[in-house]
C-alpha cells in the first residue's frame, strides 16, 4: 500500500496568516493527489484533486502543488472558516489512502 | 442535487454483522462509484471499499474476507456488510461518490457518516 505521510500534526495561524500543509508519498503518485477540509462533526469536503485543481465552489486562497512524492496544501491568507482537520488522499493505486491528518487552528 | 445518506445500525455486537446502507439522490449509480470509507474518532479516515458503475467491487485487502459491498440501481442504494465485527471496528462509517479523472480517484460527494459502536 502506498503510506501518506503528512506534517505537521497540528498547527495554528493567525488571520490573514499563510498556512502550508504537507504530504509525502512512499512512491511517486503522479500527481493523483487530493486534500480534504473536515469540520468537527461533519464529513470531509474535496478542495483540491489532481495535486493543484480547484474543485468548484472552493475559495481561491487555497491551492495546491507538488508532483511525484512531494505534496502541498497552501491557505493564503486564513479565515476563521478555515479551522478543521486536512487530509491528503492519494487517488492513483487501490487500496487509497490518506494521511493521519493536520488539524489547524485559528491563533 | 447529489446527495448521498448512510443508514444503519449505531450499535452492534461483538462478532455480529455490521449492515450499512447508502442511498443516494441527484445521480445514477450507473454513472458514478460509490465507496465506503470509515473513520476511528476523529483519526485518519479508510477507504474500504467501492461498488463501480458497472457493479464490480473492490476491497481493502485489510478487511479480508469480512466485507461485502452490492447494490440495487432501482432504489439507488448501495450497502455494505461487514462480518465479524471487533471493537476496534468502532468509527464512523462514510459512502461518498467517486469521480475518475486523469489524476484517479477522488471522493467529491461525502454521505453524513453514521457512528457506530461496537459493544456488548
Known amino acids: 500500500d502506498i503510506q501518506m505521510t503528512q506534517s505537521p500534526a497540528s498547527l495554528s495561524a493567525s488571520l490573514g496568516e499563510t498556512v502550508t500543509i504537507q504530504c509525502q508519498a512512499s512512491e511517486d503518485i503522479h500527481s493523483g493527489l487530493m486534500w480534504y477540509q473536515q469540520k468537527p462533526g461533519k464529513s470531509p469536503q474535496l478542495l483540491i484533486f489532481g495535486a493543484s485543481r480547484l474543485q468548484d465552489g472552493v475559495p481561491a486562497r487555497f491551492s495546491g502543488s507538488g508532483s511525484g512524492t512531494q505534496y502541498s496544501l497552501r491557505i493564503s491568507s486564513m479565515q476563521t472558516e478555515d479551522e478543521g482537520i486536512y487530509f491528503c488522499q492519494q487517488g492513483l493505486k487501490y487500496p487509497h489512502t490518506f494521511g493521519a491528518g493536520t488539524k489547524l487552528e485559528l491563533k | 442535487q447529489e446527495q448521498l445518506k448512510v443508514s444503519g445500525p449505531g450499535l452492534v455486537q461483538p462478532s455480529q454483522t455490521l449492515s450499512l446502507t447508502c442511498t443516494v439522490s441527484?445521480?445514477?449509480?450507473?454513472?458514478?462509484?460509490v465507496h465506503w470509507v470509515r473513520q476511528h474518532s476523529g483519526k485518519s479516515l479508510e477507504w474500504m471499499g467501492r461498488?463501480?458503475?458497472?457493479?464490480?467491487?473492490s476491497y481493502n485487502s485489510a478487511f479480508t474476507s469480512r466485507l461485502s459491498i452490492s447494490r440495487d440501481t432501482s432504489k439507488s442504494q448501495v450497502f455494505l456488510k461487514m462480518n465479524s465485527l471487533q471493537t476496534e471496528d468502532t468509527g464512523t462509517y462514510y459512502c461518498?461518490?467517486?469521480?475518475?479523472?486523469?489524476?484517479?480517484?477522488?471522493?467529491?460527494?461525502w454521505g453524513q457518516g453514521v457512528m457506530v459502536t461496537v459493544s456488548s
Open positions: 461518498a461518490r467517486g469521480r475518475f479523472t486523469y489524476f484517479g480517484h477522488d471522493f467529491d460527494y
Open positions: 461498488m463501480w458503475s458497472d457493479g464490480v467491487t
Open positions: 441527484g445521480f445514477s449509480l450507473t454513472t458514478y462509484s
